[in-house]
Nanobody, 127 residues
Framework: QVQLVESGGGLVQAGGSLRLSCAAS????????MGWFRQAPGKEREFVAG????????YYAVSMKGRFTISRDNAKNTVYLQMNSLKPEDTAVYYC????????????????????WGQGTEVTVSS
């Protein structure tokens, strides 16, 4: 079992920045690929960014590339999502998730590939 707790959400004006954190506990964090997803009201949960368990490979959804940065600190069992140039359409509940990965270069983009999910942290971007 892996327990995930997100933090760092809040209200921010358009153009602003937020840094989300996801603290993991339980099984060996460094053997899991990690990802961030988001779900806006009335919409499906969508992939935002993923990172391999080595931290060397990352992948972003097209609309987030260049604005969001995913990173991880395996010594702190934490994954981060730095969000810059936020837009009102980024308003959503953001979730982190953990996926078992066969080796350290794998990034998981499919929602079904993730076994563990946090409770989410809400991000609201005002115009």
């Amino acid at each position: 079992q892996v327990q995930l707790v997100e933090s760092g959400g809040g209200l921010v004006q358009a153009g602003g920045s937020l840094r989300l954190s996801c603290a993991a506990s339980g099984r060996t964090f460094s053997s899991y690929a990690m990802g961030w997803f988001r779900q806006a009201p009335g919409k499906e949960r969508e992939f935002v960014a993923g990172i391999s368990w080595s931290g060397g490979n990352v992948y972003y959804a097209v609309s987030m590339k260049g604005r969001f940065t995913i990173s991880r600190d395996n010594a702190k069992n934490t994954v981060y999502l730095q969000m810059n140039s936020l837009k009102p359409e980024d308003t959503a509940v953001y979730y982190c998730a953990a996926a078992p990965a066969p080796h350290g270069t794998v990034v998981v983009a499919a929602r079904g590939g993730y076994d563990y999910w946090g409770q989410g942290t809400e991000v609201t971007v005002s115009s």
